[in-house]
């Protein structure tokens, strides 16, 4: 068996909590192991390493060490959400907490098991700016793209800052007061701070108590963020999706699709369900709203220069003509 259908096999695995990893030649180990690293799933494969499943010694070594690692990181983490969230609760801000393990402990068990990124935090534009003048009395340090913090709040919907010097183990912050203006390089928005208001329940991640949109909108924006803003860069985002769907038997399809047609966002719907439906089939009801949803043929042709099996391979080059095409493709 060649390494990418070795690699295939692993990712599917994955996409239900299953350890194919004893399959890996140790001459292909570390290869395995970059490209698990790339798609940001290592720390998953390493988190579902089945004992009983006997692995060549790279594989075993590395998934040690990932774990560890990853534990040492999420306790790092943790300590900065709550250093944040008091400086936030002191000065009475209102804010959201998502993405992260705040909504991904809906589907892995541990937040240890994934990517440790950013904090993504959600604000009013007001507040947002108050919670910025905190973090630079804190020592994070903003980047700004417009050339200062007054006009990244006048032009942009996120802002992030990163930690200084004196805090090496923690991670970015971005502060956000308008969702998804997607793709990136249009001023359109798909959703907005009121959709993550609405219907909103309770949850809490190692003590820390939040709001939770409703499950339909935390997966639109799922498949916008992988879509518009990521083009399917890597495999997590297909991992994401379909642990979301696993997770979520009663999602509200109907709701999914009438929000989407809404927001004119049906082709990235579209398009982030034919990605999903490659590697894990969709129920056949979604599959029917899905193709009442199939966009024009012009925007098929330009999509069609990125199809799904072209995720494995991917690089920040390799496929970057393909990801503008259908990063284009979604805005049509």
């Not at 998934?63 to 709550?82: D, G, H, S």
């Not at 082709?267 to 009801?285: A, I, S």
């Not at 995720?311 to 393909?322: D, H």
Request: aromatic content about 14%; hydrophobic content about 40%.
């Amino acid at each position: 068996m060649r390494r990418t259908q070795v690699l295939l096999k692993c990712l599917k695995g994955l996409l239900l909590n299953e350890d194919h990893f004893d399959i890996v030649a140790s001459a292909d180990a570390s290869w395995i192991c970059r490209r698990l690293a790339w798609h940001k799933l290592l720390p998953l494969a390493a988190a579902l390493n089945d004992s009983g499943k006997p692995k060549c010694a790279t594989i075993e070594q590395i998934f040690k060490t990932t774990t560890l690692e990853n534990l040492a990181k999420e306790e790092f983490y943790r300590l900065q959400v709550a250093r944040i969230f008091n400086a936030f609760d002191k000065a009475s801000i209102e804010y959201m907490p998502f993405k992260g393990p705040f909504w991904g402990n809906q589907l892995y068990a541990e937040y240890y098991w994934r990517h440790i990124g950013d904090i993504d935090i959600l604000f009013s534009k007001d507040e947002a700016r108050t919670a910025g003048s905190i973090l630079l009395k804190m020592g994070y340090i903003p980047h700004t793209l417009d050339g200062s913090i007054e006009r990244d709040f006048e032009t942009r919907g996120e802002l992030a800052f990163f930690p200084d010097s004196r805090h090496p183990n923690e991670v970015p912050i971005e502060l956000h007061w308008d969702l998804m203006p997607s793709p990136r390089f249009l001023k359109k928005k798909y959703l907005f701070n009121e959709d993550f208001n609405q219907d909103v329940t309770r949850s809490q991640w190692k003590g820390f108590e939040y709001d939770l949109p409703r499950p339909e909108v935390q997966f639109l924006y799922y498949i916008l963020h992988a879509t518009c803003q990521h083009q399917f860069m890597r495999f997590v985002h297909i991992t994401n999706l379909v642990h979301f769907v696993q997770k979520f038997p009663r999602l509200n399809w109907q709701r999914i699709f009438k929000l989407a047609e809404s927001r004119r966002a049906l082709t990235p719907l579209y398009y982030g369900l034919k990605f999903v439906d490659t590697y894990f089939p969709l129920p056949e009801h979604v599959s029917v709203l899905q193709k009442r949803s199939k966009p024009s043929l012009p925007t098929q042709m330009v999509a069609s220069f990125m199809p799904p099996g072209k995720i494995l391979s991917a690089t920040y080059r390799r496929g970057k003509m393909r990801r503008k095409l259908f990063r284009a493709a979604m805005s049509w």
